[in-house]
C-alpha cells in the first residue's frame, strides 16, 4: 500500500555570518550538550513514570 504525503513540515533557523573581524559566539562544550540531553531524557521518562 503506497503512503502520501499530504503536508510536510520544514524548519530552519538562519543566523547571520559573523562580520570580519568579530568573533562568533562561543559554542557549548560537547559535555555541556550531553548533560542537557541526559537531563531532558530524565525528566521525559518521569513524567512517563507518573501516569
Do not use: H
Not at 524548519?11 to 559566539?25: C, L, N
Amino acid at each position: 500500500m503506497p503512503v502520501e504525503i499530504r503536508e510536510l513540515i520544514i524548519r530552519a533557523v538562519v543566523q547571520e555570518a559573523p562580520k570580519p573581524g568579530e568573533t562568533p559566539a562561543a559554542a557549548p562544550d560537547i559535555g555541556q550538550i550531553i548533560e542537557e540531553c541526559v537531563r531532558q531524557i530524565l525528566k521525559i521518562l518521569k513524567t512517563k513514570g507518573e501516569r
